[in-house]
């Protein structure tokens, strides 16, 4: 089956500064690749996705970079801010009626004030 | 337009007892996924349900069974609870598409 590592486990920033968290996945037939965000007592919130035949996708302060040949993807925060701190977790899937999320061992994002 | 809700949020169950979680979809969607999170094993696929259907099962035992009804709703039961059963359980709803969508989750306290 699929096989999600996430790096670093925990990151620590300034505000302001960028943060950045890369996964590498075993499966090369998996094709959909979002991050979740889960916040402290709340669910997990899905804040970018992409899907492989996109090498780059971004959203304001968030991009996703996929490199589908090294299999791996990685989540980047521009000008962090203290909303951002939260533990956050990539997955990978197949999809195509397959849609069983393999998840990343999250990274707990701290932004310093 | 409603999220995923669940319920019901938190529960307290001795071990040898067996417990039934609840998960209603986002309206429209049709395929339910079901996940385990806990702090030593992170989230974990149960299994996945699609008109009324199970399509996909993860790696737990068969005392984890699941089903869907007609209105896309699903359950999930656990039998014969143990301790490592302690978790928050979330159940996530797609239309189905790639994009899959977190209820609250039931916090399972097993004692």
């Known amino acids: 089956g699929e096989n999600v590592e996430q790096h670093p486990s925990t990151l620590s920033v300034q505000e302001g500064d960028s943060a950045v968290i890369k996964c590498t996945y075993s499966d090369s037939a998996s094709n959909y690749f979002p991050w979740y965000k889960q916040e402290l007592g709340k669910r997990p919130q899905l804040i970018i996705d992409?899907?492989?035949?996109?090498g780059e996708k971004k959203d304001q302060r968030i991009a996703v970079t996929l490199n589908k040949t090294a299999k791996h993807f990685s989540l980047h925060i521009t000008e962090t801010q203290p909303e951002d701190s939260a533990v956050y977790f990539c997955?990978?899937?197949?999809?195509?009626?397959?849609?069983?999320?393999?998840f990343g061992a999250g990274t707990t994002v701290t932004v310093r004030a | 337009k409603a999220g995923v809700t669940q319920t019901p949020r938190y529960l307290i169950k001795t071990r040898g007892q067996q417990v039934t979680l609840s998960c209603s979809p986002i309206s429209g969607h049709r395929s339910v996924s079901w996940y385990q999170q806990t702090p030593g094993q992170g989230l974990q696929f149960l299994f996945e349900?699609?008109?009324?259907?199970?399509?996909n099962k993860g790696n737990f035992p068969g005392r984890f069974s699941g089903r869907q009804f007609s209105n896309s709703r699903s359950e999930m039961n656990v039998s014969t609870l143990e301790l490592g059963d302690s978790a928050l359980y979330l159940c996530?709803?797609?239309?189905?598409?790639?994009?899959?969508?977190f209820g609250p989750g039931t916090r399972l306290t097993v004692t």
């Open positions: 992409i899907r492989s035949n996109v």
């Open positions: 349900y699609f008109s009324e259907t199970q399509r």
């Open positions: 996530a709803s797609s239309r189905p598409s790639y994009e899959q969508y």
């Open positions: 997955a990978a899937t197949r999809g195509s009626n397959d849609y069983k999320l393999s």
